[in-house]
């Protein structure tokens, strides 16, 4: 599980492997904690006015960004519903039926469906 201070390096260190070479922060003061992880606000130093919000899933590492222009509150409900679907899908695998491991596939699809349109993607 990570800390708060490995997941802000972790956050930095996706955003420098991508293909946006500038040279980000995360405006420590607005950092947002909840259970899953935080939602950091990172700015750009060449224009610390404009923020992104990225998503750090502190249990499994996930770095989570949003092509929608969500509020803060907004992006927490989105991804929060998200993994609460989520954690209801794993927690019911065992179904009465023929095909539970197909099910679980196509839960997983559809929920993975669901969170691209909604605009969540990971930043590897």
């Known amino acids: 599980m990570l800390t708060s201070e490995e997941a802000q390096q972790l956050v930095l260190t996706r955003l420098k492997n991508g293909s946006d070479a500038r040279d980000f922060f995360i405006v420590e003061p607005r950092t947002v904690e ?3 992880g935080w939602l950091f606000f990172v700015a750009a130093q060449s224009d610390a006015v404009c923020h992104r919000l990225i998503l750090v899933n502190k249990h499994v590492e996930q770095v989570i960004e949003s092509s ?3 509020t803060p509150d907004r992006f927490l409900e989105v991804y929060e519903t998200l993994l609460a679907k989520s954690r209801a899908t794993h927690e019911n695998w065992c179904l009465t039926g023929s095909f539970p491991l197909l099910w679980r596939a196509y839960r997983r699809r559809r ?3 669901k969170a691209r349109e909604l ?6």
Do not use: H
């Open 119 to 124: 605009g969540l993607c990971e930043i590897r």
């Open 34 to 36: 909840r259970p899953f």
């Open 111 to 113: 929920l993975a469906k």
């Open 68 to 70: 929608i222009d969500y």
